[in-house]
């Protein structure tokens, strides 16, 4: 019997190893379920905002998930990597026990992209500029966008 726990403890430890190794990189989720639900209107309303999605929307993913954060993170997830909330929210129900980054990379974010990145980097509703964050053209935002743009050009 000896002989049968040594294996189910080395297993044990590292599947203790590899969660904490993970949870690491997204550790800014506990603070941000705190604040979600010191106001839970005003995070819905955030979210809405942030997603450019009505409230319905909102509520269902907040519905479909275990807490605040993870809303949050079905909802980038699904900009980041270009899928629906859908095919994300299938997604977070098949692989949530696996964590986020296993999730992304099964949406096609590569680990060590910039996608992946800003995505462990943190949340972007709570104060934190969205300065790096890139336009639809894929282009990084400049604050002379617009010059050399205008009338009388060629």
Do not use: C
């Amino acid at each position: 019997m000896n002989k049968l726990l040594k294996p189910v403890f080395a297993l044990i430890i590292q599947i203790i190893f590899v969660s904490t190794s993970y949870a690491g990189d997204f550790e800014w989720l506990e603070n941000f379920d705190i604040k979600a639900e010191a106001d839970s209107s005003g995070y819905r309303i955030q979210l809405g905002t942030r997603f450019h999605i009505g409230s319905t929307e909102v509520n269902t993913v907040i519905r479909s998930v275990d807490n605040y954060s993870d809303a949050y993170m079905v909802l980038r997830l699904g900009e980041l990597s270009g899928r629906s909330t859908d095919q994300v929210l299938n997604e977070y129900q098949r692989s949530k026990h696996k964590g986020w980054g296993n999730m992304a990379k099964n949406l096609g974010i590569k680990p060590g992209s910039q996608e992946f990145h800003a995505l462990k980097k943190g949340d972007d509703m709570h104060g934190k500029s969205a300065k790096n964050k890139k336009n639809k053209s894929g282009k990084g935002n400049s604050k002379n966008k617009n010059k050399g743009n205008g009338k009388g050009q060629k």
